[in-house]
C-alpha cells in the first residue's frame, strides 16, 4: 500500500498531523539515547528511607517509553538496538557500540517519550498501561544486562518505573538519537 | 488518502520501516525537550581562546533538528511550540508553559535527531544541508529570544552550530518529550 501513501498523496490528502498519527500507532516502543561521561539518578528511598543514587560512568543514557501496542517482541528488538547501535566514538573517533568501548547503561523509564502535541498540552493516549509497561521495562532491563554482562565489563543501571527521575548528566557531545520499533 | 492508509493496511501492506521513511519525509523539524534545574554548554573558544560556558537555571532544554524540507514557517512552527508548549510545573504541580514560570531555554543544535536506523549505524540522508540549518537555527534562536523577551524575565541562551555540545545537566525529572512538525 507504500503507492496509495506516497510522499505526494501524504503531503496534498494527508495532513502530517495525521500522518504522524498512523505511523504513531504503528510505533510500539521509542527511545532516545544520549551519551554520556557520567550520569546519575536519583531514586525515591522504599518505606520513608533516604533516596538512593545509581551512578553509571562513560556509555548511554536509554530513555524507554513502551506504546500500546508493545509486546515481548519490543522488547527483543530494542534490546538489539541498544546493544549493537554504533553511537558511541572510540579513542580514534569511530562510531561502535557500547560493547566495543565496555561502556555503561543508565536505562530510565520515560512515559513522556509516549506524548502528543494537541493544541498546547501533551497527550498520552498511546502509552501502554502502566501494569504492562512495568512488566516490559523489567524485561528490558535484565535482557539488556544478560547481553552486555555476557561480553563486556560494562554496568547496566536501571530507574523505578513510574517514580520521578532526578538526573544529572555531564556529556562531551549528548548526540541525542531517535530510535523506534 | 487517510482511507487508503489506514492502520490496518499500514500494518499488512506496508512494513513499519516503510511507514517510518514515508511520516520522516513529511517532517521538516523535530524537538527534543528535556525540563532542567539547571543545564550548562561549554562552547568552543573563538581563534583559540578558551571555551565559553552559557549557562541557564531552572526551565527547558531544547534540543533541534531540521530535516530536508525545512523552511521559515518550520522555524515559525517551532518558535510557537517552545513558547507555549505546558511541560514547566509550576509551585503547585500544574503544567504551564516556559513564560508562566520566567523559566530559561536553552537551544542546542543537534543534526543527531535527524537520523535514521539502518543496521547498526545511524544515517542522516534526511538532515537539512548545513548552510540552510545554521540559518534556520539562528532563525529559531532569535525568535524564541525575541518572543521570552516580550513577555518574561526569563534567559535564552543558544549553542554553536556544527560544534560538539558539551553538556551538563541537572533534572528534577527530564520529561524527555518529543515534537514535530
New interface residues.
Partial sequence: ??T????E??????T?R???H??M???MG?L?IQQCLSASLKLPGADGKDPEHVDIGRGMVV?VCFLDKASEETVEKLTK?II????CEDDSGR?V?ICDIQGDILI?P?A??G?K?KG???QYHMNVDKTLGEALYHRLCQGVRTAIEAVSSGNVKCGVYGA??????????????????
Fill in positions: 500500500m507504500l496509495a501513501c506516497n510522499k498523496e501524504g503531503t496534498s490528502g494527508t502530517g495525521e500522518l504522524q498512523i505511523i500507532s504503528e510505533v521509542r532516545v530513555f538496538h549493537n547501535i554504533r553511537l562510531r557500540s530510565i520515560q513522556t517519550l506524548g502535541l498546547k498540552a501533551m520521578r527521575q532526578i538526573l544529572s548528566t555531564d556529556t562531551n557531545g549528548p548526540y541525542t538519537h531517535i530510535v523506534e520499533v
